[in-house]
């Protein structure tokens, strides 16, 4: 605990001392028995270690809430019958917390012994942190320990006060939480997602405040999610709400509002910024009209994009297949970083603000600003339409910005959703669910021809199939949706890839050779992934249990083209939910290119996904947003 400047119970001398353990023992009763321990086995390697080194040890806790007041349904009695059980010794139980009975069993107690007092809330003073009601707690001992995570942050007596009167360390249970929540905060993983349950707001105010300036997302359930649905102005009926604090929630939305939700969802939270393939290559990988972005991109393209990120303090690497990623792996560095620039610029930057009409000058000849829904007129020199596409509608991209382009008689494109994963025919695709196939060739047909050939990574789910190979996949399918609707699209999987048929029959021929009494079942595991074995051999029709030594050439040879060929059938694809990006939008013939200009109004431009362009996955798309944004910034 060193490192978090903590003392736990490792680090004093316990031996022949009287050591009162706050713990917690919360647990659920029923009819007088516990339905429960958890709480109290969590609580035994404190407990084990203190009697190993001979001290005396006195447990406190509380259970309920009884209120100040003596009552017997919230005695902890079974709590000490069950410490007796788990620790193979008599635990004493006082009739009470600081009476005369806890005061004889604690003087009375020999090395290594363990009582337990009664419930501490039968004291009201308890819930006070009253001085005095402390003071005499703390009398019953000679060093303090708070093993009882589930309550240290209540200003308690038994959890607070009686710190001040004797020398306080942490137990393992403690130790461990504070350990794991110290790296977390100090250095977590990305995306960092913290879940906050309870009651009542007022006991999480430092929390929550604290953690919006470290988490990517905050999660608030339990009771005290009603007081922030209220303070958005929704009914919540008699649920629990605490009606003092909307203020409070209002002003914590506020602040947890950030810039660049989609940026924070690429790259699986990392943030794919950009590709770095030379950049006269890019443009090939751009599937809908590339020939729109040669005038921006020889002014700003994917090599300007990383010399302009390690300019401004953001350290970059590239990976697999030349995408880019920043150095830390996390997407909020990227928006920070990207943040600071504007503050820089002294962009103001305007939250839970809608904008409802573009205004243009009486000839509708220019844009002139923009009418918010709450009826506010904002004017300027010229208005930049950034507003994404239709996908992932939670991070912004609502289609808004559509709507905004009619107004000025821009036409649109019709719109679909486009690295998207596939649903399948197939049933057996969520047995397989979760399972990642990588180095696999992946083949699309329709009756007629192949229009899609990759190699990388596949992965099956509950609905179907989806990865980077079938992400990419499926912006070739824009042309073929007649082909999609009558069920003749075909997927092939090529399983074994880096072998002709020829090498294939060789290697299954060998391991036919060693393995000839096992069951072609066991066998398969050296060629392919255990959860898809049950499956490939259904395809093939030869049972699980069937001997090596009992196939067939003709089997053999039917598992051979299964291999090189595994059919799937496509059944449709996923909606704009999990659409990375939008294929169709503003017509880009309606746009200068060299400006992102519109052609039908002066001073609108138009910026990143909002335009008819898209991408395979990669960072090609982002880097479509910072090539027309540049342009479309420089320009207006």
Known sequence: MSALNKKSVKDIDVSGKRVLVRCDFNVPLQDGKITSDKRIVASLPTIKYLIDHHAKVILCSHLGRPKGEFKPEFSLAPVAARLSELLGQDVKMAKDVIGDSAKELAAGLKDGEVMLLENVRFHAEETKNDPAFSKALA????????????????????????????????????????????????????????????????????????????????????????????????????????????????????????????????GKGRCNITNACPAEEFLTHVVTNPRFLYSTFSQFNNEDMIEYLEKIGLPVKTERGQRVFPQSDRSSDVIQALKRECEKGRVKIYYHTEVKELLFNEEKDQCVGVLLSDGRKMEGDSVILACGGFSYASTGSDGAGYILAKQAGHKIKSIEPSLVPFEMKENWCKELMGLTLKNVMVRIKTKKKTIYEGFGEFLFTHFGVSGPLVLTASTCLGKYQKELEAGELKLFLDLKASLTPEQLDKRFLREFDTYRNKNISNVMERLLPKKMIPVFLDMAQIPEDKKIRDISKKERRRMIELMKNFEMHISGVRGFNEAIVTRGGVNVKEINPATMESKKVKHLFFAGEIMDLDAVTGGYNLQIAWTTGYAAGKNA
């Open 139 to 266: 009398s019953l001992a000679d060093i303090y320990v708070n093993d009882a995570f589930g309550s240290a942050h209540r200003a308690h007596s038994s959890t607070t006060g009686v710190a001040d009167y004797l020398p306080a360390v942490c137990g393992y249970l403690v130790q461990k939480e504070v350990s794991i929540m110290g790296k977390a905060l100090a250095d977590p993983e990305r995306p960092f997602v913290a879940i906050l349950g309870g009651a009542k707001v007022s006991d999480k105010l430092n929390v929550i405040n604290n953690l919006l300036e470290k988490v990517d997302t905050l999660i608030i359930g339990g009771g005290m999610a009603y007081t922030f649905i209220k303070a958005q102005g929704y009914e919540v009926g008699k649920s629990l709400c605490d009606d003092s604090k909307l203020d409070y929630c209002k002003e914590m939305m506020a602040k947890a509002e950030k810039l660049g939700k989609k940026l924070f969802i690429t």
